[in-house]
T-cell receptor, first 113, second 113 residues
Framework: DAKTTQPNSMESNEEEPVHLPCNHS???????IHWYRQLPSQGPEYVIH???SNVNNRMASLAIAEDRKSSTLILHRATLRDAAVYYC??????????????FGSGTQLTVLP | DVKVTQSSRYLVKRTGEKVFLECVQD?????MFWYRQDPGLGLRLIYF???????EKGDIPEGYSVSREKKERFSLILESASTNQTSMYLC????????????FGPGTRLTVL
């Protein structure tokens, strides 16, 4: 899986939107962009994924650049419960055998009350 | 919702003991994974399984073995625990195929004295 680059940390105020960036300049045409997050003392949890078009779900939105070399996870209204490490991961489209997730260092999001 | 459960949240063992970590998932997923997570090293894959009685080594299998006798259960075994196996252990499961989102358990923090 290709490499991603994220800022080590970001801060946000409660109830404000948060934009978490991810650069993936070596992304290939078959790579999906996945986001996971890990809350303190918990296992990682899936947030969202996309290929080319922007995606929305109940947790977040994913905005993907037109050239796909970068993407942004958007939390529309940060809460204290959103404080976590956010991981951006590229996954090559593949059916069949299991594949591991390769987590980088992620972005530690701090939400200020 | 998918549920992945791990037998213990915290475990303390002595050097040389045999340790069993149990993981159970309730969504009929084919794939199951064991990772360990250490500060500064991220998540590293120990073993995974893509079917009952089938297993594959991950990046760091030394000192570990696994067992998958039933589809819903994947066990990690430390044959003779050592202090460098003190870590957070995370189990995950996923479907085979294109939608291979991984669902993680809450983790087991193992301390080997």
């Amino acid at each position: 899986d290709a490499k991603t680059t994220q800022p080590n940390s970001m801060e946000s105020n409660e109830e404000e939107p948060v934009h978490l960036p991810c650069n993936h300049s070596t992304i290939s045409g078959t790579d999906y962009i996945h986001w996971y997050r890990q809350l303190p003392s918990q296992g990682p949890e899936y947030v969202i994924h996309g290929l080319t078009s922007n995606v929305n779900n109940r947790m977040a939105s994913l905005a993907i650049a037109e050239d796909r070399k970068s993407s942004t996870l958007i939390l529309h209204r940060a809460t204290l419960r959103d404080a976590a490490v956010y991981y951006c991961i590229l996954r090559t489209l593949s059916s069949g055998s299991a594949r591991q997730l390769t987590f980088g260092s992620g972005t530690q999001l701090t939400v200020l009350p | 919702d998918v549920k992945v459960t791990q037998s213990s949240r915290y475990l303390v063992k002595r050097t040389g003991e045999k340790v069993f970590l149990e993981c159970v998932q309730d969504m009929d997923h084919e794939n199951m994974f064991w990772y360990r997570q250490d500060p500064g090293l991220g998540l590293r894959l120990i073993y995974f399984s893509y079917d009952v009685k089938m297993k594959e080594k991950g990046d760091i299998p030394e000192g570990y073995s696994v067992s998958r006798e039933k589809k819903e259960r994947f066990s990690l075994i430390l044959e003779s625990a050592s202090t460098n196996q003190t870590s957070m252990y995370l189990c995950a499961s996923s479907l085979v195929g294109l939608k291979d989102t991984q669902y993680f358990g809450p983790g087991t923090r193992l301390t080997v004295l």
